[in-house]
């Protein structure tokens, strides 16, 4: 009867370390969804799929640095980039990207329906900007490729600081953004049918 009492004690605290760590690795992806959202999908996809290259899986050689540290500073300034870009509808019917300023947007080819004027430049652009920045210094610099990379003796550390850090990041950035409500549809972002033109109109 002991043996069996100790077994199926045994059972319940695998299943329950197993569930367990089965919570930590669901916070851990959710916290790196939550992230993930706030930055230019194009610039994720892009680093998702090329990090792996540029470090050669981890194992880098001093060139593998240098190409993934440029890496980094590129896909760090797209996701900065972003946010000093906004998108609209032409008076041709198409949707035309541009770069905000203060006056309004530049280049704005077939505008004459449309007033630039609204989309200038605002201090919120700079906020999502940097936290963009945050955002992507977190994935960037965590993932496992460029731990690997760069500081492999921090690797074993990695898996804690992924799933404390990113729901920290991500819920400091998510109540910024809610301060400073972001109404951009820029190079990266999805855009929804003419709402940015209409909360932009709605402003002036």
Request: with cysteine; hydrophobic share 40%; glycine share 6%.
């Amino acid at each position: 009867m002991s043996d069996k009492n100790n077994m199926v004690i045994a059972s319940k605290t695998a299943t329950g370390s197993s569930s367990s760590s089965s919570r930590m690795s669901t916070k851990t992806f959710s916290g790196l969804g939550n992230l993930v959202k706030l930055l230019p999908t194009g610039t994720v996809f892009l680093f998702q799929f090329l990090i792996p290259v540029v470090t050669n899986s981890g194992h880098c050689t001093t060139l593998h640095k240098y190409l993934t540290g440029s890496f980094l500073v590129v896909c760090a300034f797209n996701c900065a980039f972003a946010s000093f870009t906004d998108s609209y509808t032409g008076s041709d019917g198409e949707r035309h990207y541009a770069l905000v300023t203060a006056k309004g947007l530049w280049p704005s080819p077939a505008s004459e329906s449309v007033n630039l004027s609204a989309y200038k430049l605002r201090f919120g652009d700079f906020v999502h900007a940097f936290f963009s920045l945050v955002v992507f210094a977190v994935l960037g610099l965590l993932d496992t490729n460029t731990v690997r990379c760069f500081y492999p003796a921090f690797e074993s550390a990695e898996k804690i600081l992924m799933q404390v850090v990113p729901p920290v990041i991500g819920a400091v950035a998510s109540t910024v953004f809610v301060m400073f409500p972001n109404n951009r549809h820029g190079i990266g972002y999805p855009t929804s049918s003419d709402s940015n033109d209409t909360q932009h109109k709605s402003q002036t």
